[in-house]
């Protein structure tokens, strides 16, 4: 399950319990059917805007109620149970562990790369700093002008990431890591 299928899972439960409503009552007034509201909030569907758009009318909530992230003290997120953010077979997988819109200052990647595979990222925005920390494998990252580092296992780094970059994997073993952006 995603991010924001998970947010409107949470999110939706919370709001119907908090109004004091069932699943047939919240039916009723948004018109999408009992068994799909119940396939929501089990976070087994991703609802069209359509649908999303009949729950919003029916409960009187904005989008960002059904889809930020749900206010928790704790929240654990295992790689495992996501599907990937970007999926390119035999090069790279990416997944969003924390997106920007939980708290608009960080945001929190897992990235993996197979040997001999090439990740390019685009700049992330102004006044941004990548902090990163490998997890397995060597990393080879290229920033703009062409200035290259290598960090092992173990090691991190850090840079202003507001210009295109690339990371390598030339190592022969899976490279693992993890990346966090923050707003300066």
């Known amino acids: 399950m995603d991010y924001l299928a998970h947010n409107?899972?949470?999110?939706?439960?919370r709001i119907r319990k908090a109004k004091g409503?069932?699943?047939d009552v919240v039916a009723e007034q948004t018109g999408v059917s009992k068994s799909m509201l119940a396939t929501i909030e089990k976070g087994h569907a991703n609802p069209s805007i359509g649908v999303l758009g009949k729950i919003m009318s029916g409960l009187r909530v904005t989008l960002s109620d059904l889809t930020q992230a749900p206010?928790?003290?704790?929240?654990?997120?295992?790689?495992?149970n996501l599907a990937p953010t970007k999926d390119v077979?035999?090069?790279y997988r990416v997944w969003t562990c924390f997106p920007i819109a939980d708290n608009h200052i960080v945001e929190i990647y897992r990235i993996?790369?197979?040997p001999g595979g090439t990740y390019w990222s685009g700049g992330h925005g102004e006044r941004t700093k990548e902090y990163l920390f490998v997890l397995a494998g060597a990393l080879s990252i290229e920033l703009a002008g062409g200035k290259s580092y290598d960090v092992a296992a173990g090691q991190s780094f850090r840079f202003s990431c507001e210009e295109a970059h690339t990371y390598r994997n030339l190592g022969d073993a899976m490279l693992k890591f993890t990346t966090f952006f923050v707003v300066c």
């Open 112 to 114: 993996d790369i197979e």
């Open 71 to 80: 206010s928790k003290d704790a929240y654990l997120v295992d790689v495992a």
């Open 89 to 91: 077979p035999g090069e």
């Open 8 to 13: 409107i899972a949470i999110n939706l439960g």
């Open 21 to 23: 409503m069932s699943l």
